[in-house]
């Protein structure tokens, strides 16, 4: 299996507040994912990075910023904390090579904003 | 926007039944992958379909990618239990974005 760590694993946190969620990978991926499910929607695409300090905006950005200084790790941070941001998050790796582009996954972190 | 849709929702069968699951793109895919994530944990990948027509089994799940590469199918023989959970089809654009379904939740009643 993929070594891909997220932490924390569980929060809850107060509106208005920073929180900042870690993704960790030991097989050394050019391509780090956030996303964050939510009943009803599937997984949503936050940000991406397809290099150190190369990343864009996926589909839900607003409110989101990240962060890649080093190859094995992608920070997620939103800078306050709305209710709406209530969900489970999942960082996923891959090398999407285009006949072997499989993601890998976190188990993921559930945020609770109160 | 890429956007995949799957159908359905929600599914619930008996053990023993087959069962499908359809995936369907606006746009031409480069590729189609089918994940499966068991309730609270993480995704599991099952299988990748690239070209047009392509077919693909694993133990009693197959996947099908149809000619135009605008839709595929999920089709699991003979449900059991441990089948059970979400499955998810995801696919890339040609800038990178890894993008999903909505889901199908699958319940199998023993």
């Known amino acids: 299996d993929a070594g891909i760590t997220q932490s924390p694993r569980h929060k809850v946190t107060e509106t208005g507040t920073p929180v900042t969620l870690r993704c960790h990978q030991t097989?050394?991926?050019?391509?780090m994912y956030w996303y964050r499910q939510d009943p009803g929607h599937g997984l949503r695409l936050i940000h991406y990075?397809?290099?150190?300090?190369?990343?864009d905006k996926g589909e839900v950005s607003d409110g989101y910023s990240v962060s890649r200084s080093k190859t094995e790790d992608f920070l997620l941070t939103l800078e306050s904390a709305t209710s709406s941001q209530t969900s489970v998050y999942f960082c996923?790796?891959?090398?999407?090579?285009?006949?072997?582009?499989?993601?890998?996954f976190g188990e993921g972190s559930r945020l609770t904003v109160l | 926007s890429q956007e995949l849709e799957q159908s359905p929702q929600s599914l619930i069968v008996q053990e023993g039944k087959n069962l499908t699951i359809n995936c369907t793109s606006s746009?031409?895919?480069?590729?189609l992958y089918w994940y499966k994530q068991k309730y609270g944990e993480g995704l599991i990948f099952l299988m990748m379909?690239?070209?047009?027509?392509e077919e693909k089994s694993h133990e009693k799940i197959t996947a099908k990618l149809d000619e135009k590469k605008q839709q595929s199918s999920l089709h699991i023989t003979a449900s059991q239990p441990s089948h059970a959970g979400i499955y998810l089809c995801?696919?890339?654009?040609?800038?990178?974005?890894?993008?999903f379904g909505t889901g199908t939740s699958l319940t199998v009643i023993p």
């Open positions: 097989e050394n991926h050019r391509y």
């Open positions: 746009k031409t895919l480069y590729g």
């Open positions: 995801g696919a890339h654009n040609t800038g990178n974005q890894f993008y």
């Open positions: 996923a790796t891959g090398s999407l090579m285009l006949n072997t582009g499989e993601l890998f």
């Open positions: 379909l690239q070209k047009g027509g």
């Open positions: 990075s397809y290099g150190v300090k190369d990343t």
